[in-house]
Structures are given as structure tokens and as C-alpha cells.
């Protein structure tokens, strides 16, 4: 049952009970009886009024009360999935690759809505989950700049922890909009999960995974990143690929993606279906106050 039904059942039936209850209990032979708020002596001329007065300020303190909890648990999360190979200590990038990621990702926080939850994977040899999804951006802040890198690059593991994260928290809240954020400076090194089925079940949960490409670019089975593949990841979930030779290449790109994600994420949930119960409530409420006899 739809939320604009279920206002509009409400006044109706606060209408019909305020009609009822007013009611003469034994009707004059030969007429009608009267709704009680008509009548100049009827009990009832005072305290019928505050019923959808009542009803009226209820269906604004849900409106809005209701509002801010449901941004609480429906709003938009983004994992940051974090390459810390080896690699990534190159200086290639000033000062290093890492460094100049994790100012991007401090970039990237600063562009989002506060209300947004923000988690961070990383990946080398194995995956984990960091930070979970949480609105607290210090939590995140801290743990990018306590990264070290070691040895192995599994990129379709990293992508997997992530897509873990957000289904769970959709256990709770389903269709919470969501989306990846996946940089990286190498290729595959034997995942568990391949990064093209971690792909296909980005693209199945419908959250768009966004690749970053840092440093320079593989030539066949050479050393750098394998782009080929970031992008078929890209494109499979919904996502873009985009590539940084330098840190400030690299913070533009995820002020940008920052920008972008805060709009196409942010679905607020509608508070209107109560405001106009509120504003009926109150009307029918002010009609009652005027025919009803002094």
C-alpha cells in the first residue's frame, strides 16, 4: 500500500469518525440526524476540531522525524577499493603512488555529503574490508593514512570484499543506492574471484564501479597496469575508466567523481504525502471551527 493511500485513508476515516461520534443517538421522527458539530448545544462543538488538529501535527512530526531516520539508514554508500602493491611505492607519481591516492581519496571525502557512508577496502596478496560503510569520515581519514603495501595485486578480491560490504547493509535497507570507486596500478595476480565475475556481480547489484588507472599502462604482459581489464570491469558494472600520470591528475579525478556520485546517489525520500494530510487535517479542522454554532 502506497504512502499517499494510506494519508488519504487516514482523513477519511478521522472525517467519518468525527461525523459519527457527533451524531444525535436518537434522530427527531421524520429527520436526519446531525452531525453533532452542527448542533449549538452538542458536547462535542469544542473537542472535535482538535481531533485533525491532532492528526495534522502527527503527520508532521513523522514527516520529518521519519525523514531524517530513513536518510540515516537509506543513504548512499561509496567504497573506496584501494591497490596497496608493492608497487604503489613507486615515485613515478610524487611523492609516491600511494601517497598521491590517499590525498585523492581525502579529496574525494571532502566532495560528498555528509550523510553519505563511505567505506574503504584494500588489496595486495589478500583483501579485507578496513573501514565499514560509515558516515564517520574520520574513521575512513585515519585508516588511509595508516596503508602499507605489500607484495601481490588480487583486484577482483578487493572489488568482491566491497560488493560484500554493501550487501550487507542492504540486508537491512534494500535498494540503498550504491557505488565503487577502484584504483589500481597493476594487473591481476590470481584471485580468488576473478575481477570479470566480480564485475558481472557489480553489474547484477546494480552499483557502478568506477576504475582508476595510476602510473603508466602495461604494453602486452609487461609491467603497469593492465587497462584492458580495469575498463572491462568499468564497463560491465555501469562504471568509467579514467587514468592519472600525476597526483594532481589524480586528486582532479576524484573531486570529480566526488561531485558526480553526490548527485546521481542522492535519492531523498518525499516527506509531501504528509505535509498534505497535514494541510487537509488542518483545513478540515478549520472547517469544523466555522460552522459550528457559537
Known sequence: MGPVLVVVLVVI???????????????????RPDPGILRRRSKWR???PVIPLLGAVGSLVFAFTGFRLNVDETSPVIVLVMDVSDSMDRTDVTPNRLAAAEAAASAFLDELPSEFRVGLATFAGSAQLVVAPTQARHEVEGALDALTTSRGTVIGDGLTVALDAIEDLRVEAEGTPAATLLLSDGRDTGSLVPPDVAAARANELEVPVFTV???EI????????NLEALEAIATTSGG????AETGEELTAIYETLGSELSVELDVEPST????????VLTVV??????FAPR
Open 213 to 215: 588507472v595510476v602510473g
Open 240 to 243: 568509467d575508466t579514467f587514468i
Open 272 to 279: 509531501t504525502p504528509l505535509v498534505i494530510a497535514a494541510i
Open 13 to 31: 476515516a478521522l472525517i467519518v469518525v468525527t461525523y459519527l461520534v457527533g451524531l444525535r443517538p436518537e434522530p427527531l421522527r421524520g429527520r
Open 218 to 225: 602495461a604494453e602486452d604482459e609487461g609491467p603497469g597496469a
Open 46 to 48: 469544542r473537542v472535535l
Open 285 to 290: 479542522a478549520g472547517l469544523m471551527l466555522v
